[in-house]
Nanobody, 125 residues
Framework: QVQLVESGGGLVQAGGSLRVSCAASGRSFSSVAMGWFRQAPGKEREFVAAISAGGFGTLYADSVKGRFTISRDNAKNTMYLQMNNLKPEDTAVYYC??????????????????WGQGTQVTVSS
């Protein structure tokens, strides 16, 4: 059974940094794309970043470009999101998502087949 577990969320002051992780189990994910989404209270879940199977292709939402970095360690079946220069508007529950077959990830929720339970990131001003 596929399982995705996020960790590393927490409370940080504006301008600070956090790294969230997504540990995947149940199968090998080295051949499929992975991504991060987030959902703030009262808002739709939105795309944050995606990474291709080999880790060489990345996509970012404009709102996080230059501040966030997505990466993966296929040997550990783990994906990361390094978040720097955090802003209060980055406050949300962060979800990892994985595609079932494709090695390339896009920006829409419908492209992803497996989801984690989320980890809370709160940025205080």
């Amino acid at each position: 059974q596929v399982q995705l577990v996020e960790s590393g969320g927490g409370l940080v002051q504006a301008g600070g940094s956090l790294r969230v992780s997504c540990a995947a189990s149940g199968r090998s994910f080295s051949s499929v794309a992975m991504g991060w989404f987030r959902q703030a209270p009262g808002k739709e879940r939105e795309f944050v970043a995606a990474i291709s199977a080999g880790g060489f292709g990345t996509l970012y939402a404009d709102s996080v470009k230059g501040r966030f970095t997505i990466s993966r360690d296929n040997a550990k079946n783990t994906m990361y999101l390094q978040m720097n220069n955090l802003k209060p508007e980055d406050t949300a529950v962060y979800y990892c998502a994985v595609r079932r077959y494709s090695g390339y990830g896009g920006r829409t929720r419908e492209e992803y087949d497996y989801w984690g339970q989320g980890t809370q990131v709160t940025v205080s001003s």
